[in-house]
C-alpha cells in the first residue's frame, strides 16, 4: 500500500506560525479563515505547504464562483427545475470546463505575474478567467459551488477540501459525503469523479485514516 501522510494542514499552521491568528481554535489568514479539511470554503482562503499563492474564495466580493454557479444550476435542471440527483456531476463537469488549462507552469505565470508567489492573496476568479488551474484550484472550485447548492437547500451532504502527499507529491481534491453516508470523490485534475470506493491507489489515496 502506498505510503500516505496526511498533515499538509499541520505543516501549513507551522510554516506560518508568525501570520496565522486564532479565534477559538480557529486559523486564521489576514482576517479570513484558513480552510482545512471539513472547513467552511467561501469566505476563505487556502494556503500551500510551501510557499505559493495564497487563493482566496469570495463569492460575494468577486463575481466569477457566482457565474460558475448559475452554469452548474442550469446543467442540474431537469423539465424545468434543479434536480438534485445532477448536482454534483454538473459541479464536476462545469469546473472541468472552466478550467481546461491543467498546467502547474501556467500557474506559476499567473501568481508570478500578480506577485503573489510567497503567500500572498489572490482570487480564483483570476485562474478562471485564465481558464488556468491545478488540483487545488479545481478542488476548491468543486467545494464551493457545491456548498452553494447546499446553501440554497439542493444538497444536504458534507463538503470538504481533503489533502495528502505520497512520494509522488501532495494532492487535493473535494470530497462529498451524502447525508446517507456515501462519499464522492470529485478530482478534475485526476479525471476521476466516482463513488470513493471506485477509487484505487494507482488513481490516488483518497480514503482517510478514520475511512474503513
Request: glycine share 6%.
Amino acid at each position: 500500500m502506498t505510503n500516505t501522510t496526511w498533515n499538509k494542514s499541520v505543516r501549513i499552521k507551522r510554516r506560518l506560525i508568525d501570520k496565522i491568528q486564532y479565534n477559538q481554535g480557529i486559523p486564521y489568514y489576514n482576517g479570513r479563515r484558513v480552510i482545512e479539511k471539513d472547513s467552511p470554503i467561501d469566505g476563505g482562503v487556502c494556503l500551500g505547504e510551501g510557499e505559493r499563492e495564497a487563493i482566496v474564495i469570495d463569492s460575494v466580493k468577486y463575481p466569477e464562483i457566482r457565474r460558475l454557479y448559475e452554469i452548474a444550476k442550469k446543467k442540474a435542471t431537469r423539465k424545468g427545475r434543479i434536480n438534485k440527483n445532477y448536482i454534483i456531476y454538473a459541479v464536476y463537469n462545469t469546473v472541468k470546463e472552466a478550467l481546461p488549462e491543467q498546467n502547474n507552469n501556467l500557474v506559476e505565470q499567473i501568481a508570478a505575474k500578480y506577485e503573489v508567489s510567497r503567500d500572498k492573496e489572490i482570487p480564483i476568479d483570476i485562474f478562471v478567467i485564465n481558464q488556468t488551474g491545478v488540483c487545488r484550484q479545481d478542488a476548491l472550485l468543486c467545494g464551493v459551488l457545491l456548498e452553494k447548492f447546499k446553501k440554497d437547500g439542493y444538497v444536504r451532504g458534507k463538503i470538504s477540501i481533503d489533502r495528502n502527499s505520497r512520494q509522488e507529491g501532495g494532492h487535493v481534491w473535494c470530497r462529498y459525503t451524502n447525508s446517507a453516508g456515501e462519499v464522492t470523490i470529485l478530482d478534475v485534475a485526476q479525471n476521476f469523479f466516482d463513488d470513493i470506493e471506485k477509487a484505487t491507489e494507482k488513481t490516488w489515496s483518497y480514503k482517510r485514516p478514520t475511512d474503513k
